[in-house]
Nanobody, 122 residues
């Protein structure tokens, strides 16, 4: 059974940093891409960043480019999202999601974690 478990969310002041983790199990890690999405209250889910465990980084949202860094630790079957220079508009529930290829459309992702809340105060 595919499982994706996010952790690391919390309350952070603007300008601060936070690292999210997505622990994955139930599949061959090197065959899949894992993406981070986020959903703010009242807004649609949007793609943040994506990495293929074998191919590396494939895309980042323009709104986070230069501030967020996705990485993969294949030995731990874990994908991270390091978020620097956080802004109040980054406040959202952050989800990791699985597919064979990196996709920016959440409808094209096959499996989802339950999310972790990031709140950035001004």
């Amino acid at each position: 059974e595919v499982q994706l478990v996010e952790s690391g969310g919390g309350l952070v002041q603007a300008g601060g940093s936070l690292r999210l983790s997505c622990a994955a199990s139930g599949f061959t890690f090197e065959d899949y891409a894992i993406a981070w999405f986020r959903q703010a209250p009242g807004k649609e889910r949007e793609g943040v960043s994506c990495i293929h465990s074998s191919d590396g980084r494939l895309w980042d949202a323009l709104s986070v480019k230069g501030r967020f860094t996705i990485s993969s630790d294949n030995a731990k079957n874990t994908v991270y999202l390091l978020m620097n220079s956080l802004k109040p508009e980054d406040t959202a529930v952050y989800y990791c999601a699985l597919a064979l290829k990196c996709e920016s459309d959440p409808l094209l992702m096959d499996y989802w974690g339950k999310g972790t809340l990031v709140t950035v105060s001004s």
